[in-house]
Every structure is written in structure tokens, then in C-alpha cells.
């Protein structure tokens, strides 16, 4: 017998063989309907039957509160990792998006970003933003995160938790809560790796990480999500529901974003991006599968970061904040993709992704206050904002920002804040941020709402962008934030790690820039590769 | 014997190949290279700024052969090879002075 006879048999015997197999026995529970009843209930509570008394209801309302919070929790924390998983995402998406010699050098930043600044956020940026945020009702209260700097309305200050510890937050509500809201930090800490990418030293990006897991993020975030003095901008000055920033796009990606800014603003623009009469050389990535790949991993990982940000799966809300996101996500792609096909020619396949991320970075805020069409509104305006706002700049600010993160997550973070305000439409918030009724913006006649959202993102730039800036002109006199010229046109892998991404390969340095020869400029000087040098900013 | 070189788009190497070998060539060899003529490469657009591609991708291809076979076989890499746009590349013959094979250290012709 030939050997595909045999094993053409042998597939025949297994085929018989199960549906005899298929007749044994009777089924249990095959649909599932039958599983989990009063039985569970009777031997998890140590009982012989349900009592008809008092005691029996409160044993009965327990075990049905603490269901609730289980449920909760494992909401949270799934969430949680999905949010933990964009990491990758964006590890992918600024590596492919920068030059094949710093690949290294970009992976390198991503893993240490998290674990930096993840440690300086359990340190004291936990406390510094949710010590004093107690009751978060929807994951048993959090009861030991009860104190803060300010008074009523105008708190400044969380005060329990350093090191998981402080003010008894060894608790099982604390900790879900940490998991998610770490992940969250972390998000705007990595956003700033795209701004800097290709010229930042290792020990200065370190020390940045740790300012944002410390201070940056966590101060603001306490104002807006922490109990803060933003937050009850309703209850002080009547304005709304003060500010609301469902799952943040103003706490988290315009923080990222405004700190990028200043960061990119002190560092100066790469070797080579500008030419001598002022216009932009592009370096194009060098991996755009990456880039999508990074992009798909995002969006997937945001299908944590919005819908986690109930606190809960008991809010069923979650379907609504979903496909919010995922409307907008594809208004701004679509969007990118026409606007760079109208504009250049082709569709630009980096800007779509952006546009992508843009319109996810816009609906943060607003998706779980608005309806799926104004989704598409605020995805396609955020993918126009980003094409826009990625020339702006390059050509007229001339900050030189690598994988676009000051557009996306600056720019189209500040436009979902002030989403919120104008398409938020009265379904969903009562007692939001403990004012009584829905979240209504603008169009739906509550101008406070949009009032609460202009200040929460005015004062979310100067926070960010001005606290970097300060913290980076100092540390700049003592810690070397820019890398040598000859080491940025060799690319960073070997000169800060010596380590190539790919060692098997022949790189290609910026030879062909004309840079070589200025090297030997003065110290303190840049190159520009046009024959030119200018001053190190 | 003649070396003929030739450069070539690489999307049209396989039907190169296959001419050749009904001709009936006894060796090829093929490299991967970079080059431009006189448009001196093309400019694209990344992110909304321009930038130029100097070099593009081209196949080289290089075989001995004896005189009389020169002809038909530059014939067929230019039949096979054309599209009629620019770009398609360009070929040159030179004489060749010695071969060899090094397995036996046969010379001329016989190494063929």
C-alpha cells in the first residue's frame, strides 16, 4: 500500500473511530445554560440552602456586591494588559518610522521607558495623582487613596500610596487600580521617544522618563482625573461638569505631547533635516511594515485604553466607548489617506497611520459622551489636524519631529478636550465629577461644559510643555542631552550601546548629506550637512 | 571570447533567463546593483517633503561567450529586457584576454 493510501485510511478509522466516541456518555452542560446557580452560591457561602431572613438577603447582597467587583476587576485588569500591549505598538511604530542605524538605539527606549518610569511612578507619581481620588465606586472604593494637598474644590496633590505603601494602599482596589493607571502613565511616556528619536543620549532620555513618571504626568493628571482643582471647576465656578477627560486624551497623549514639544524644541532639529535655504529633507523609515504593524497593535491595545476607562465591565457603556473608537480610528485614517492622495499624489502611508492614531488620540476624551456620528466628526477633523499640523512643524515651527508625535498626540489630544465640550450629548455622565445631570457640550447648550475643557487644555500645555522645558534647561548644564555629530551620522547603536539591531547588515550613514567634512566645526557646533554649522540649542 | 555586460530592470529577469537558455548559454552571472543615467534618479514625497531616490535598483549581468554567439545573445537580452520606457538599461561588450576553469585548469574556449 502506497503511504498516502495509508494514510488516507488512517484518516477514515479516526473519522469512525469519533462518531462513535461522539455516542458515549451523556452531556453535561454542552450550551453552557445550566452552569453556575444556587449550588455555587450555597458552597461558596458555606450554606445548606438560601435562608428566607435577614441575614440571609445581606448574605445573598454580599456575594452579589463582591460578583460585582470581581467583575470589575477582571475588567480592569484585561484592560489593562491591552493597554500594557500598545507598548509593542509603538515600539514598532517609531523604530520603523526612524533610519535603520538607530534601530537599536529606538527598541532600547522603548524598553527602558517602561520600566524607568513605571518604577518612578510607584515610587511617588501614584500618590502625587490618585492618593487623594477615593471613592472609585466601581472597583470597591479604593478607600485608602483618601488624602490630598488643597482644600474642597481646589485640591493640588495626592498624598497616600509612595511605594504602594503609604496610608495602608497594600489593598487589593489599589493595586487593580495602580495596573491600570501605570499603563496609562506609560503611554505618555513613551510618546515622547518619537520627537526625540535619532539624537537624544540615553542618560538624558532616562532622566526624562523619570520627571514624567514622577511629575509631569502625574501632577496634571491628579488636577483633572486625580479629584483635583480642574475636576471641580463645575462645583467651584459652575462650569459644567468641570473638566472631563474620559479616558485621556488632554491627561495622557497631550501631556506626551507638549513634553515631546519641549524636549524637541531643546534638543534642535537632526543633522541634515533642514537644508540651508530653510526647506525639509525627508529621512524616511525604515521599516514601514513596522509601522502599520505598530498602528494595528495600537488600535487593538486602545480597545483597553477607552472601554477600561469605566473602571468597570457593570458599565455597560463599554459597547458605546468601543465603537466610538473604532469609528474615529477609521474616519482619521480615511481621512489622512485622501488628504495625502489629493495633496502629493499617492497616499502617504506613515500620514495614514498617523491620521489613524489621530483620530484614536481625539476620541479619547469624548467617546463615551458622544454619539457614533459625531465619532466620525472628531476622527475626520483630527486627520485633517494631523496632515496639517505634522507641516506646520516641519515648515513653520521647525521642530524636527521624527514619527510625528507632537501632531498626534499634542495636537489631536488638545482638539478631543475640546471635543468633549462642543459634541458631548447629554446620554451618559450623571454625577459626573459630582455635578448632577448629563455631560452636554456646546451643541447640546451647555457652553460651560466647553469653558471647563478650554482651560483644563490651556492649562494642560503650559503644564507640560513648561514644567519639561524648565526641568531640561536645567539638567542640561550637568547631563549631555544630544549626542556627538560623528555619532549621530554613524547612527546610535554603537556609539551608546555597542550593540547593532542589524549587525548582518551594511547601514548606510549620511555620507551622502555632505556632513563628514564639517565635523571638525568648533565644539558646540551642529552640522547642517549643507556646508553650514549652527549653534547646539 | 567576448565578456558582455548588461544592466538591466530587474522585474525582467526572468524572461531574460529563459531566452538565453533556449539560445543555449553555458554560464551567467547576476548581481544585485544601484545606479542612474541621465534622469539621475527620481524625487518622492515621505511625510509632505521631498526627497530624492539617486540610485535605483538595477540587475547586472555578466557572461562569457565565444564571438560568434555575441550577437544573438545581445540580441535576445535586448528583445527581453525592453519595455520602451526609460530605465531599461544598457549593455557593453569587451574582449576578453584569458579564461579559465578552475576546478580542471582548462583555458580558452574549453572552459566555456
Redesign the interface.
Known amino acids: 500500500m502506497s503511504r498516502a493510501k495509508k494514510v488516507f485510511l488512517l484518516a477514515l478509522v479516526t473519522l469512525v473511530a469519533m462518531i462513535v466516541i461522539g455516542q458515549v456518555g451523556h452531556h453535561a452542560d454542552p450550551g453552557g445554560t445550566k452552569t453556575g446557580n444556587v449550588s455555587d452560591y450555597l458552597a461558596a457561602t458555606g450554606q445548606s440552602k438560601v435562608t428566607l431572613s435577614q441575614q440571609g438577603i445581606n448574605r445573598l447582597a454580599n456575594e452579589t456586591g463582591h460578583l460585582r467587583i470581581s467583575i470589575n476587576f477582571t475588567w480592569l485588569l484585561i484592560t489593562g494588559f491591552l493597554v500594557l500591549f500598545m507598548q509593542v505598538g509603538f515600539a514598532l511604530l517609531v523604530t520603523g518610522l526612524t533610519r535603520a542605524k538607530n534601530a537599536g538605539h529606538m527598541m532600547m527606549m522603548n524598553l527602558s521607558s517602561f520600566v524607568i518610569a513605571l518604577l518612578a511612578y510607584y515610587a511617588i507619581g501614584f500618590a502625587f495623582q490618585f492618593g487623594g481620588v477615593a471613592p472609585v465606586a466601581n472597583i470597591g472604593g479604593a478607600g485608602p487613596l483618601s488624602s490630598l494637598i488643597g482644600h474642597g474644590n481646589a485640591g493640588l496633590l495626592g498624598l497616600h500610596g509612595f511605594f504602594l505603601q503609604t496610608g495602608n494602599t497594600y489593598d487589593v482596589g489599589v493595586m487593580a487600580f495602580f495596573l491600570f493607571q501605570v499603563v496609562f502613565m506609560e503611554t505618555a511616556g513613551y510618546i515622547i521617544i518619537g520627537a526625540i528619536a535619532e539624537r537624544v543620549t540615553f542618560a538624558g532620555f532616562i532622566f526624562a522618563e523619570i520627571a514624567m513618571g514622577a511629575v509631569i504626568y502625574p501632577i496634571y493628571g491628579m488636577w483633572v482625573w486625580g479629584g483635583g482643582w480642574l475636576a471641580h471647576l463645575g462645583q467651584s465656578l459652575d462650569l459644567g461638569h468641570g473638566a472631563v477627560d474620559f479616558a485621556g486624551s488632554g491627561v495622557v497623549h497631550a501631556t506626551g505631547g507638549w513634553a515631546a514639544l519641549a524636549l524637541a524644541i531643546i534638543l534642535g532639529p537632526r543633522i541634515g533635516k533642514y537644508r540651508k535655504d530653510g526647506s ?5 523609515g525604515h521599516n514601514l511594515g513596522y509601522v502599520v504593524l505598530g498602528t494595528l497593535v495600537l488600535t487593538f491595545g486602545w480597545m483597553g485604553f477607552n472601554p477600561g476607562s469605566t473602571f468597570g465591565a457593570t458599565d455597560l457603556r463599554i459597547a458605546v466607548v468601543a465603537v466610538n473608537t473604532l469609528l474615529a480610528a477609521s474616519a482619521g485614517a480615511v481621512t489622512a489617506m485622501a488628504w495625502t492622495n489629493a ?4 497616499p ?1 502611508i ?2 495614514s497611520c498617523n491620521g489613524m492614531l489621530a483620530g484614536l488620540v481625539a476620541i479619547t476624551a469624548p467617546c463615551a459622551f458622544v454619539a457614533p456620528w459625531a465619532s466620525i466628526v472628531i476622527g475626520m477633523i483630527a486627520g485633517f489636524l494631523v ?1 496639517y499640523s ?2 506646520w512643524f ?1 515648515n513653520v515651527f521647525k521642530v524636527d519631529d521624527p514619527c ?1 508625535a507632537i501632531s498626534v498626540h499634542g495636537m489631536c489630544g488638545l482638539w478631543g478636550v475640546l471635543a468633549v465640550g462642543l459634541f458631548a450629548d447629554g446620554t451618559y455622565g450623571q454625577l459626573w465629577n459630582g455635578v448632577p445631570g448629563t455631560v452636554k457640550g456646546l451643541f447640546y447648550g451647555d457652553g460651560g461644559q466647553l469653558v471647563a475643557q478650554v482651560i483644563s487644555a490651556v492649562v494642560g500645555f503650559i503644564w507640560a510643555w513648561g514644567v519639561t522645558y524648565l526641568i531640561f534647561i536645567v539638567i542640561r548644564r550637568w547631563v549631555k542631552l544630544r549626542v556627538d555629530p560623528d555619532v549621530e551620522i554613524a547612527g546610535l547603536d554603537e556609539a551608546e550601546f555597542g550593540q547593532f539591531c542589524y549587525p548582518d547588515f551594511v547601514l548606510r550613514a549620511e555620507t ?1 548629506l555632505g556632513v563628514t567634512h564639517e565635523l571638525d566645526a568648533p565644539s558646540g557646533t551642529t552640522p547642517t550637512g549643507d556646508g553650514t554649522t549652527v549653534g547646539a540649542s | 571570447m567576448k565578456l558582455i555586460i548588461a544592466v538591466i530592470k530587474p522585474f525582467k529577469i526572468d524572461e531574460v533567463t529563459d531566452a538565453l537558455n533556449e539560445i543555449g548559454i553555458s554560464g551567467i552571472t547576476i548581481s544585485e546593483v544601484r545606479g542612474h543615467g541621465r534622469q539621475k534618479g527620481h524625487t518622492e ?7 530624492h531616490i ?1 540610485y535605483i535598483p538595477k540587475l547586472r549581468l555578466e557572461l562569457v561567450v565565444d564571438d560568434a554567439d555575441a550577437d544573438r545573445i545581445v540580441t535576445a537580452i535586448m528583445d527581453n529586457a525592453r519595455t520602451g520606457t526609460i530605465g531599461d538599461g544598457k549593455f557593453w561588450i569587451l574582449p576578453i584576454e584569458t579564461l579559465g576553469r578552475i576546478r580542471t585548469g582548462e583555458l580558452g574556449s574549453d572552459a566555456l
Not at chain 1, 495633496?343 to 499617492?346: L, T
Open positions: 525639509v529633507r525627508a529621512f524616511p495633496k502629493w499624489g499617492k502617504d506613515s500620514m496632515c505634522v507641516g516641519d510625528g551622502d | 514625497v515621505y511625510r509632505g517633503a521631498e526627497y539617486a
